[in-house]
């Protein structure tokens, strides 16, 4: 009899070449296929000669290699191609098999998808799955979420082949239903966005306030790897500046105008949809669109003055202060992340384990540091936790970096350096624990121009009221609502 594989998988670009890499070097055999068939004999003859692979040319051979229930993976490029694909895997499906989407999809799709999948007599998951080209081959981070009858069913093959920390638990465990495992590889992206933002703002005012080279900061940024702030971000920055080509700075040749492929943008709307402040997130969006501005940007420079930066103090103790404004913003850009899972989980019924996302994220994803184990430890001690900031640790952690924090901001600033992220990050946490902002003049502007209503701080919560501020309005006022 023809052996069987394990797993199929559709797509043999990059992360889908070193994933079924990484699955058959754990004793699965996984069958192939891919839109250009070339591509396929090229894989089956290349790097995966001798190997346990079954090379496929259409979606029908590559469902009829696999046992049952049928597990058919998809790596394709999000939108429009997923939807296209499933249509051709359903025909060759019995019920129960499952079809799984690896890509990089926005979560109202996996929603609608595993309702249309299920509909069918099928199972559907989407799941992140994170770490790049290296981590799908070594060991990624693993984010499922769609039909909770699917899980016993991959469980064994996506625990296996996704990363360990080092009391061997992987960075994989199922998420929650529908597109919950996509909305947390969303909102884990959206923090990628957010940490690498702040890391160039910190080297933004090392180089530009500090006169710092290249050298230098490769120096501080290996020490720093070494504490509170190690993690994969740090450790890819600190080998980036110290990279050379022909005796140049490989950096220094880059032109500075960043891309991006949505997720952080999804991110930022998402949070604007539940009523949550991801301010430091959409200001490292907004910090990629403003850089793309190049030319633009170019002829400001020349039509715009603001200070010569000009550093004058201790050099040292300011490289500390740096290193702690980008750790107390670092757990702001968490604890906004969290915030926004916690608001979406009650909008969408979905049941997240916030302590086990934290251990998913602890290895083989972007955002792996050892500040996750504080994250899982917090909201293991209290499951309910409203705010990451609000947990002794962190407490203790962003309170003693205030004076730091607030020396490099308020430098910035008189120096003329942009640090979107690193003000806003210091601007949310003043707001957070401000008992009283000035939303009550905000409200009392509302409804002066539109007779919008406020409440009373003497009155209970929910009772409306309307003031006749000109005396020329009448009693009648618009209803209340949140858009």
Known sequence: MEKLADIGLIGLAVMGENLVLNMESHGYTVAVFNRTTAKVDKFVNGRGAGKNFIGTHSVEELVKSLKRPRKVMMLVKAGAAVDSFIDQILP??????????????????????????????CLYIGT????????????????PGGSPEAWEHVKDIFQDISAKVED?????????????????????????????????????????LLGMSNKEMYEVLAEWNKGELDSYLIEITRDILAYEENGEETVDKILDTAGQKGTGKWTAVAA????????????????RTLSAQKDERVRASKVLSGPTPN????????????RQALFASKIVSYAQGYVLMKAAAAEYGWDLNN???????????????????NIKDAFDKNPELENLMLDPFFKEKIEGAQASWRRVISAAIENGIPTPALATALNYFDGYRTERLPANLLQAQRDYFGAHTYERIDKPRGEWFHTNWTGRGGDTASSTYNA
Request: glycine content about 16%.
């Open 92 to 121: 060759h499906l019995e019920p129960g098999d499952i079809i799984i989407d690896g890509g990089n999809t926005h979560y109202p799709d996996t929603n609608r998808r595993t309702k249309y999948v299920e509909e069918k007599g």
């Open 128 to 143: 992140g799955v994170s770490g790049g080209e290296e981590g799908a081959l070594l060991g990624p981070s693993i984010m």
């Open 168 to 208: 061997g638990s992987p960075c994989c465990d199922w998420v929650g239903e529908n597109g919950a495992g996509h909305f947390v590889k969303m909102v884990h992206n959206g923090i990628e966005y957010g940490d690498m933002q702040m890391i160039c703002e910190t080297y933004q005012v090392m180089k530009d």
């Open 272 to 287: 604007l949809d539940v009523g949550i402040p991801l301010t430091l997130i959409g200001e490292a969006v907004f910090a």
């Open 311 to 322: 550093f004058k103090g201790d050099k040292k103790a300011f490289i500390e202060d740096l």
């Open 355 to 373: 302590g086990g996302i934290a251990l998913m994220w602890r290895g083989g994803c972007i955002i792996r540091s050892v500040f996750l184990d």
